[in-house]
């Protein structure tokens, strides 16, 4: 039994990636696959409506919403939103709460006029927060409002809405979409790439309320242009059609598991267990504040950083794989996605407990 704790792409339900082995060689009876086959055929323009109509029903996203399927991943979209939403001499605000929301600030700086950081990180004696809503400097005319609410790399997450904000507020959910329940209509656009909780790299949903794109804007790529992928049911140009297909049985997936409201629960209960056991260890730490701990990404450090390389060797022995923290951060990273059962953290701690006995 394998455990795959990867940030990205990462683990898929067993069962998806199962019905899409039986059907790759034919789909739906055609004799052929999915990925042979016109996105204008009616069978796949089927399929592709259904996967929308699913994560519409997932996520409760309101009719004055489109839901887009695109190319370029998370990334795409760090430079799809400014081109979409704000002018070039715009102010836009951003929230820094960590590396992806640093490479989102980066991008949007080439087609704005300002990008006004509000805040970000703050160290406590409990550890790494973000800064109180209080502390933020937001400006009075930000054409939106920009944040990660869960920062996969530095496994830090801002749990509550900042409700505070009245820009339009857009949040990058590539990594906590789709992992509890969530109300649509308090933000302008959400988006996120495909490979942490839905489906193939290089894609990506972006949820878009309608009314933001009949404001001004800058000139914007076709194939970036909301509006124009809305007019056209995101086919402008050919779609990533297998990408879509998946992410299509990955929505059915979890209507059949009971919907984000269950994963909700199963996803707390899986990182409750997995911080109270590190809390409770003295051979291991995780130093974010704890009303600021990321329910996907849990990164923790072996006290004795010699012991790393061993932890990991005998983690892939046991079947535990991708448990090795990003390059920027070193330790070590837990990813705890929709996909990964209960079980698999059970079977992760069990190992955590049982290699600090011997090494401790
Ligand atoms: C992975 C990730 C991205 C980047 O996604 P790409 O598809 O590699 O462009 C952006 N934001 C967050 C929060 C991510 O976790």
């Not at 704000?86 to 989102?104: E, F, K, N, P, Q």
């Not at 054409?143 to 996969?152: D, I, K, V």
């Not at 959400?190 to 949903?205: D, E, H, L, V, W």
């Not at 899986?270 to 990321?294: G, M, T, V, W």
Request: aromatic share 10%; net charge negative; glycine share 8%.
């Amino acid at each position: 039994m394998i455990y795959n704790f990867s940030a990205g792409p990462a683990m898929l339900p067993a069962a998806v990636l199962k019905r899409a082995q039986e059907e790759l060689l034919d789909w739906q009876g055609l004799g052929i696959s999915v990925m042979e086959i016109s996105h204008r055929d009616p069978a796949y323009v089927r399929m592709a409506r259904q996967a929308e109509q699913d994560l519409r029903e997932l996520m409760s996203v309101p009719d004055d919403y489109h839901v887009l399927f695109l190319h370029g991943g998370g990334r795409g979209q760090f430079a799809a939103v400014p081109q979409n939403i704000a002018t070039s001499s715009a102010t836009v605000d951003y929230l820094d709460s960590g590396i992806w929301s640093g490479y989102a600030i980066r991008e949007a700086e080439k087609f704005v006029g300002r990008v006004n950081v509000v805040g970000g990180r703050v160290q406590t004696e409990q550890g790494t927060a973000i800064a109180p809503f209080e502390q933020w400097q937001l400006s009075d005319d930000a054409a939106y409002f920009h944040y990660c609410p869960n920062e996969t790399v530095d496994g830090i997450a801002l749990h509550q809405l900042p409700t505070q904000v009245t820009a339009p507020i857009v949040a990058d959910m590539s990594s906590n979409i789709l992992s509890e329940p969530l109300d649509v209509s308090r933000f302008g656009v959400i988006y996120a790439g495909a490979q942490k909780n839905i489906g193939p790299s290089g894609f990506a949903i972006a949820i878009v309320k309608q009314s933001l794109l009949t404001q001004p804007q800058q000139q914007v790529s076709t194939i970036m242009d909301y509006a124009a992928q809305a007019a056209d049911g995101s086919m402008y140009n050919t779609p990533n059609t297998f990408a879509w297909y998946l992410s299509g049985l990955v929505f059915q997936w979890l209507k059949e598991q009971g919907g984000v409201a269950e994963m909700g629960r199963i996803n707390a209960a899986k990182a409750a267990l997995l911080y109270d056991f590190i809390d409770k260890s003295e051979f291991y730490q995780n130093r974010i504040h704890p009303d600021f701990r990321s329910r996907m990404n849990v990164p923790f450090q072996l006290i004795n950083e010699q012991l790393d390389a061993e932890f990991l060797r005998q983690a892939e022995q046991q079947g535990l794989m991708g448990l090795k923290g990003h390059r920027f951060v070193g330790g070590m990273r837990a990813s705890i996605y929709n996909a990964m059962p209960l079980a698999g953290v059970q079977t992760l701690v069990e190992f955590m407990q049982h290699f600090a006995e011997k090494n401790g």
